[in-house]
DNA sequence: TTTATCCGATATGCATGCAAAAGTGCGCGC
DNA sequence: GCGCGCACTTTTGCATGCATATCGGATAAA
């Protein structure tokens, strides 16, 4: 486990942007966090740049600040993913999937029932992210592949972001029982290839994620999970 | 005009790369093109680790290399540039436009016609990418805004490559003519909220660049447009 | 001839030095 | 009291040094 230096300032500053511990607005030294973090300003500069490309965070003249994510932001990301993800499995819809690759999908989705029967949300969250990966790859489009997976760097976009959890156990639960439907139908869709159904189908899959953001924003209790939208 | 030294490698690389000066799979070493390009490492670095960021460079353990684009993923970023602007349009139509706007994209649309008139093309790509520009702004999201800047750098996905020009007269004039139509029903789309049809036909209106790449591909004298394209 | 291995050459990742630019705070004038 | 300007401090952009990892080639073995 070879861990590059640049890599790690990577991980973490984007951890804490995501997370709002870095709130919006926020200038970012690289001279301090070098310092704080205990490695020279070099891999720090790299990790900024990264981050600056991943659209977290805004160079002006002279530094870097964290960029200002508004509710509707953090929406339109959502909506982003779905759309990418829409056309990916519109496109493995159209191309036609393998038996086996169906069969694979399907093992998933057993499994996802698995982990939603016995409520292990932390086991969930990587089978569906391990699903949504399968289903994309599917579409056999490296750009597209590669814009999906960028897509989920944006906040609340990626497939695990599941704010509700601590809010509302009952919702929570619901909102997972609705996804799993909505990947059946997508399996479904795919494999007899009809793929508007297919595009359409994870397009509001993702909107699933607005359900949730709406909700933890209602349940207004400073939710964690919502830090780093920019309350104005 | 003050000229970053690690911006002015970044434009320069990335010239390279989309022009196919620089083959795919090639590998770049940040310490030659240092020596090349008369400044220290430290620059060049930034740019690779950008251009890795958008897609052009892969980074392997020690180094970074030159994607390679087949053709299909030259029309793949071509459909995703019309998947995002065609996102963007939608927006715009569900959200309403004023009419001072219209009234923009109306003189932007003359404007056009008479450069087609004049076949002055240098002033039609200018003219048609602040049409575009214009055309997104509407959508007023900023993230769909900044992922479609972000496909303009793939391969041909921009909406200014007309690898045709130097081809096919007569054809190149044509699909001027045919954008152009598309340009109008885009704006009557917009203008009457009517989303759907503005996604279709920017979705669509994209798919002009397919045909431009196919005469081009067609017409195999070696197009050095097409130098980019890693022949199998 | 083909394959494996060692070793020198070279490039990379990171640290740090330096000049220039940006930011900060203070005092002065209005 | 408020805004402006000036000097000081900090930070950045870039260059470069150094240790380590990687690559390429030659040699030796099968």
């Known amino acids: ?3 590059l230096q640049s890599q790690s300032a990577l991980y973490q500053l984007r951890r804490q942007v995501l997370s709002g511990e870095l709130r919006g607005g926020t200038k970012l030294r690289a001279s301090h966090l070098s310092a704080d973090m205990g490695v020279s300003r070099t891999p720090i500069s790299e990790a900024l740049i ?16 964290v960029r200002r994510f508004a509710l509707e932001d953090v929406f339109d ?18 191309r036609g999937v393998s038996d086996a690759a169906i069969a694979d999908l399907n093992a998933r989705l057993h499994a996802l029932d698995a982990a939603i029967e016995q409520g292990d949300v932390a086991q969930y969250d990587q089978l569906n992210l391990g699903f949504h990966n399968q289903l994309i790859a599917l579409s056999e489009s490296d750009i597209l592949i590669a814009e999906v997976q960028r897509s989920y760097r944006l906040p609340f976009a990626g497939p695990s972001a599941f ?31 009809e793929s508007a159904r297919a595009f359409a189908l994870m397009c509001e899959h993702a909107r699933l994620a607005h359900q949730n953001v709406h909700v933890a924003v209602a349940a207004r209790q400073d939710a964690p999970q919502l830090a780093l939208v920019d309350r104005a």
Chains 1, 2 share one sequence.
């Open 50 to 65: 990264t981050l600056e490309g991943e659209g977290l965070l805004i160079r002006d003249k002279s530094g870097f600040t």
């Open 163 to 193: 704010p509700t959890q601590h809010t509302d156990a009952a919702r929570f639960r619901a909102s997972l029982i609705i996804g799993q439907e909505h990947h059946r139908q997508i399996v479904s869709a795919v494999t007899q290839r």
């Open 1 to 3: 486990m070879s861990e």
């Open 77 to 94: 990301a959502i909506d982003l993913r779905g759309l990418l993800e829409g056309a990916a499995v519109r496109r493995a819809a159209e």
